[in-house]
C-alpha cells in the first residue's frame, strides 16, 4: 500500500497546477518526460489495486538525479500500472530503451542451446560468470505497493515452488526474519546476503516497507543458482560461477526458471509477461528480459586505452566496479555486461556478452605483447 | 477459513478463498463458470459476485457485511431483548431480528459512507493476514497493537483517505532501540486521533505519563505575565529556548500531506509572519530558492534544517518531495524562528543568548497569538481540541507540544550521583548541547520539561525556571563546599 498518499479522489479537489511536482531542478527520465498535460489525463485514473500516478512518480520527484547518471524515477505498482500510464511509461521506455516504440514486440528465447560458444572464455582473465533476472508473479502487486499479506503470500508461493526443485536444483530457504548467526556469517561469506536497501531511489518508492518481513535468500546446495525473494521484485534469478564456463551458467539459469514457472503455472500464478513489454517488473530499466549477464574479468591494459568506451558501446556493453552498480573497478578486474534489455532476447543478450568478453580478451592479449589493437575495433552492433 | 458463503445460503463455508483480488466460494465459483463482472463490496473494499444491492440504502453490500453488523448489533445494544423474543416467539424474533439488522446496515452504510468520503481501503486479505509482525519491536505501537485492534480498525480511513497501515508504517519499519522507547506511529490529519482512537488512546497515555485521553482535559494557558522568576545568571545558563509546533486546521498533516496541501500551507503561514511588526517582522526564505549566500548565513546561525534522514521520520513518509514548499521563517534580530513543513505544519521557535527565559517566553507568546490572529483573519485556525490540546504529527508532542530549554553549565552538580534523581524528580529531562541524542560537551547541558500534555504551557516553562533555579543554588552550594537535598518529586498532573 502506498504510504502517505491520500486517496486520490480527495487530491481531485486541488488544480493541476497546485499539485504538479516541480521538477525544475530534476534529471531522471520521469522529470523529461511528464507534462501538465500528462499529469491531467492521468491524476484521476487507477489501477485495480489502488495505484496512481503520483505513486509512480514520487521516487522520481524526492530523487532529482545526478547530472551524469539518468535514473528513470518511477515504478509501477502492479502489472496493470504499465497498461493505465503508458502515455507517461511508453516515452520513458522508449528513452530509457533505445527508442522502443509502444508498437514494438519483445521477442523472449530462454532456449539455453541456442547460445553459440561461450564455454571457452579465459579463465585466466575471466574470473567469473553471472547472469540474473527478475520474475514477477501474475495476480500481486509489486514492491512500491503491495501489502503484508500479500508479500507474505508470494513469498510462500515461491518457497513452495522453489522446494520442489531436486538434482542440481535442490536446496533451502533462508527467511530474513529468522536466520541464525551462523546462517547469516555464511551467506554474507558467499555474498549472497542481500540486506534493507538504502539507496533513495528504493526507499522512496516504498519498497523497504515492513523489514524483513516475507524476504528471504534460497539458494541450492553447490551454491550455483541463488533465488532473493521480495527485495527488489518479487524474485530476482541468479545464476554463477567461477571462472568462465558462461554456457553452463545461462544453462543452468534457463533450466532452473522454466522448472519454478511451472510449479507457479500450476497455482495458476503464472509470471508477469505480455509480448510487447516481456517480462514485467517494478523498474521500467528491467522490463523485457530483466536479464543483465556478466563477467568479472581482467582488463588492466585495455580499460586504460583510450577507446575503451567506445569499443564497450559498439559491442553493446557496459561495465561497472566489482562491488556492482556505481562502484569503482579494483586491480584492473571490471563486472561487462549487457547494456541492453528489451527488444532483444535472453540469448542475444547473453551472446552479445559472450562475444564481446571473448574479443576484449583477445585485444587485452595484444594489448600486453605491445601490440595495437586499432584493426580489432568492432563496427557497431 | 469458515466464512459465510453468498451461495449457500449465509452458511458457513470452508470453502470461501481469497485468491487474486476477488473473494469468492469455490463452489459460487464453479455455479459461475469463473466469475464475471461483480458490484462492489464496502466491507471487502473489492468487486465480488457476492456483493448485492441493498434496497433500503441503495448502495451496494456484501452478504458477509450485513451478517456481521448484525451480529455486533445485537451484541451491544438490545441484546438481552433479542434473547427473550427470539427464545419466546421465533418468527417474529428473527423477523424483528432482520428488519432491525437492515436498518442498522443502512445506518451504518450511510455512515462509513460519510466517514469515508467516497475513500475505500483495499482490502484483500483478512486483517490476520496482514498483521504486522511486531515480536521483535519496542516502541509504543507494538506494545498496545492487537490482532483485535488491528482487525478493528484496519479497514477504516480519515475523511482524507488516511489509514491505520499508513499510521503505523514507521513503526513496523523501525523496531526500535532496546534502551530508548520511540512512539512508532504518527498522523496524517486530525481526524487520525478520533478514527484509529482505540490505538492512539493507549499510546498517547503510555508516552504522556499517565494521561487518560478519554477523561482528562488538557489546559492551554499562553499568558506569560504569570510567570515568575525566570532570569538567570548568564555565569550558568548560556542561552534559553522554547519550542512548539502548530497545525494549521484542515489541512493534512506532513505524513500523508499532497504538494497541493503542502504549499497551501506554506502560503497561509508565510502570509501571516508577513504581518508581524515591531521586534518580530523579519524574513521568510524558501528552501527551493535559496542562495548559496543565504544557505551559509543559516548554517552561521544554526537555524537551517536539512532534509530528514532519521528512518523514524522518512519511512512515515515526511520527507516526501522536498524541498517543495519548505522553508525557514525568522526575524531581524534572529531570536524567532519558524519552521514550515518540516515534521510539522510549524515549528515556533523562541530564544536568545544568555538566561532570559521569562523574556524568551513573553516573546514566544506574544508572538504565536499574533500569528493566531493573523490566520484567523483569513479564516484558517490552529488544530487544537480541549482533550489533546494542539494536534501535531506525532502524539509525543499533543497538549503543548512545548519543549522550554537552557542551556547551562553544572561542573559539579553534573558529577553529583543524585544528579538524575534530582532531574527526575523536578519533571526535568538532560541531552547533550547538539538535541536529542547527543552527548554533553564540557558539563553544560541541554535541560529541558519532560512533560507535553495534561498541563499549560505556563506551567511547565514554571517548572523549568523553578527546576533550574534549583540546580543553579545546588552547583552554588557545591561551590561552597555546602551539601545539596534531593527536592522533593513534584506533582505532574496540576
Not at chain 1, 70 to 85: H, L, R, W
Request: net charge positive.
Amino acid at each position: 500500500m502506498p504510504f502517505g498518499n491520500t486517496h486520490n479522489n480527495f487530491k481531485l479537489n486541488y488544480k493541476v497546477e497546485e499539485e504538479f511536482p516541480d521538477l525544475s531542478k530534476h534529471n531522471n527520465h520521469m522529470a523529461k518526460v511528464l507534462t501538465k498535460e500528462i499529469y491531467t489525463k492521468l491524476r484521476d485514473k487507477q489501477t485495480p489495486t489502488g495505484f496512481t500516478v503520483d505513486d509512480v512518480i514520487q521516487t522520481g520527484v524526492d530523487n532529482p538525479g545526478h547530472p551524469y547518471i539518468m535514473t528513470v524515477g518511477c515504478v509501477a505498482g502492479d502489472e496493470e500500472s504499465y497498461e493505465v500510464f503508458k502515455d507517461l511509461l511508453d516515452p520513458i521506455i522508449s528513452d530509457r530503451h533505445g527508442g522502443y516504440k509502444a508498437t514494438d514486440k519483445h521477442k523472449t528465447d530462454l532456449n539455453f542451446e541456442n547460445l553459440k560458444g561461450g564455454d571457452d572464455l579465459d579463465p585466466n582473465y575471466v574470473l567469473s560468470s553471472r547472469v540474473r533476472t527478475g520474475r514477477s508473479i501474475k495476480g500481486y502487486a509489486l514492491p512500491p505497493h503491495n501489502s503484508r499479506g500479500e508479500r507474505r503470500a508470494v513469498e510462500k508461493l515461491s518457497v513452495e515452488a522453489l522446494n520442489i526443485l531436486d538434482g542440481e536444483f535442490k536446496g533451502k530457504y533462508y527467511p530474513l526474519k529468522s536466520m541464525t548467526d551462523a546462517e547469516q556469517e555464511q551467506l554474507i561469506a558467499d555474498h549472497f546476503l542481500f540486506d534493507k536497501p538504502i539507496s533513495p531511489l528504493l526507499l522512496a518508492a516504498g519498497m523497504a516497507r515492513d523489514w524483513p518481513d516475507a524476504r528471504g535468500i534460497w539458494h541450492n546446495e553447490n551454491k550455483t543458482f541463488l533465488v532473493w525473494v521480495n527485495e527488489e521484485d518479487h524474485l530476482r534469478v541468479i545464476s554463477m560461477q567461477k571462472g568462465g564456463n558462461m554456457k553452463e551458467v545461462f544453462r543452468r539459469f534457463c533450466v532452473g526458471l522454466q522448472k519454478i514457472e511451472e510449479t507457479f503455472k500450476k497455482h495458476n500464478h503464472g509470471f508477469m509477461w505480455n509480448e510487447h513489454l516481456g517480462f514485467v517488473l517494478t523498474c521500467p530499466s528491467n522490463l523485457g528480459t530483466g536479464l543483465r549477464g556478466g563477467v568479472h574479468v581482467k582488463l588492466p591494459k585495455l580499460s586504460t586505452h583510450a577507446k575503451f568506451e567506445e569499443i564497450l558501446t559498439r559491442l553493446r556493453l557496459q561495465k561497472r566496479g566489482t562491488g556492482g552498480v556505481d562502484t569503482a573497478s579494483v586491480g584492473g578486474v571490471f563486472d561487462i555486461s549487457n547494456a541492453d534489455r528489451l527488444g532483444s532476447s535472453e540469448v542475444e543478450q547473453v551472446q552479445c556478452v559472450v562475444d564481446g568478453v571473448k574479443l576484449m580478451v583477445e585485444m587485452e592479449k595484444k594489448l600486453e605483447k605491445g601490440e595495437s589493437i586499432d584493426s580489432m575495433i568492432p563496427a557497431q552492433k | 477459513m469458515n466464512t459465510r458463503c453468498s451461495v449457500r445460503g449465509g452458511k458457513r463455508c470452508s470453502g470461501v478463498i481469497y485468491e487474486s483480488s476477488v473473494v469468492q466460494c469455490r463452489c459460487f465459483r464453479a455455479r459461475k463458470g469463473g466469475g464475471s463482472a461483480s458490484l462492489f463490496c464496502w466491507e471487502k473494499g473489492i468487486h465480488t459476485s457476492a456483493a448485492f444491492r441493498c434496497i433500503l440504502t441503495n448502495s451496494t453490500i456484501c452478504p458477509f457485511f450485513t451478517w456481521r453488523v448484525l451480529f455486533w448489533f445485537c451484541r451491544i445494544t438490545m441484546a438481552g431483548s433479542f434473547a427473550r423474543i427470539l427464545s419466546s416467539k421465533r418468527k417474529v424474533g428473527i423477523l424483528s431480528l432482520v428488519g432491525a439488522g437492515s436498518l442498522t446496515v443502512g445506518f451504518f452504510m450511510n455512515r462509513e459512507q460519510h466517514v469515508s468520503a467516497g475513500a475505500h481501503v483495499r482490502r484483500i486479505y483478512p486483517p490476520s493476514a496482514e498483521y504486522p509482525d511486531l515480536r521483535k519491536h519496542n516502541n509504543c505501537m507494538a506494545s498496545h497493537m492487537t490482532p483485535a485492534i488491528y482487525a478493528k480498525l484496519c479497514d477504516k480511513s480519515t475523511p482524507n483517505g488516511y489509514t491505520l497501515d499508513e499510521a503505523i508504517q514507521t513503526g513496523v519499519d523501525n523496531p526500535g532501540h532496546p534502551f530508548i522507547k520511540t512512539v512508532g506511529m504518527v498522523a496524517g490529519d486530525e481526524e487520525s486521533y478520533e478514527v484509529f482512537a482505540d490505538i492512539f488512546n493507549p499510546v498517547i497515555k503510555e508516552r504522556h505519563n499517565g494521561y487518560h485521553p478519554c477523561t482528562m482535559k488538557h489546559p492551554t494557558d499562553l499568558d506569560s505575565s504569570k510567570i515568575r522568576g525566570g532570569q538567570f545568571d548568564d555565569k550558568y545558563v548560556l542561552s534559553s529556548r522554547v519550542r512548539t509546533g502548530r497545525s494549521i486546521r484542515g489541512l493534512s498533516l506532513p505524513p500523508a500531506c499532497t504538494r497541493a496541501e503542502r504549499r497551501e500551507v506554506e502560503r497561509v503561514v508565510v502570509d501571516a509572519l508577513g504581518g508581524l511588526r515591531g521586534d518580530l517582522t523579519g524574513k521568510y526564505f524558501s528552501l527551493t530558492q535559496l542562495t548559496d549566500q543565504e544557505q551559509q548565513q543559516l548554517i552561521d546561525d544554526h537555524f537551517l534544517f536539512d532534509k530528514p534522514v532519521s528512518p523514524l521520520l522518512t519511512c512515515a513518509g515526511m520527507a516526501r518531495d522536498w524541498p517543495d514548499a519548505r522553508g525557514i521563517w525568522h526575524n531581524n534580530e534572529k531570536t524567532f524562528l519558524v519552521w514550515i513543513n518540516e515534521e510539522d505544519h510549524t515549528r515556533v521557535i523562541s530564544m536568545e543568548k544568555g538566561g532570559n527565559m521569562k523574556r524568551v517566553f513573553e516573546r514566544f507568546c506574544r508572538g504565536l497569538q499574533e500569528v493566531e490572529r493573523l490566520i484567523q483573519e483569513k479564516g484558517w485556525e490552529f488544530m487544537w481540541n480541549e482533550r489533546l490540546g494542539y494536534i501535531l504529527t506525532c502524539p509525543s508532542n499533543l497538549g503543548t507540544g512545548l519543549r522550554a530549554g537552557v542551556h547551562v553549565t553544572l561542573p559539579r552538580l553534573s558529577k553529583d550521583p543524585r544528579f538524575s534523581k534530582i532531574l527526575d524528580n523536578l519533571r526535568l529531562q538532560k541531552r547533550g548541547t547538539g538535541g536529542v541524542d547527543t552527548a554533553a560537551v564540557g558539563n553544560t547541558f541541554d535541560i529541558s520539561n519532560l512533560d507535553r500534555l495534561g498541563q499549560s504551557e505556563v506551567q511547565l516553562v514554571q517548572t523549568v525556571i523553578d527546576g533550574v533555579a534549583y540546580l543553579i543554588e545546588c552547583e552554588k552550594r557545591l561551590e561552597k563546599g555546602q551539601d545539596i537535598k534531593i527536592p522533593a518529586p513534584i506533582s505532574q498532573f496540576k
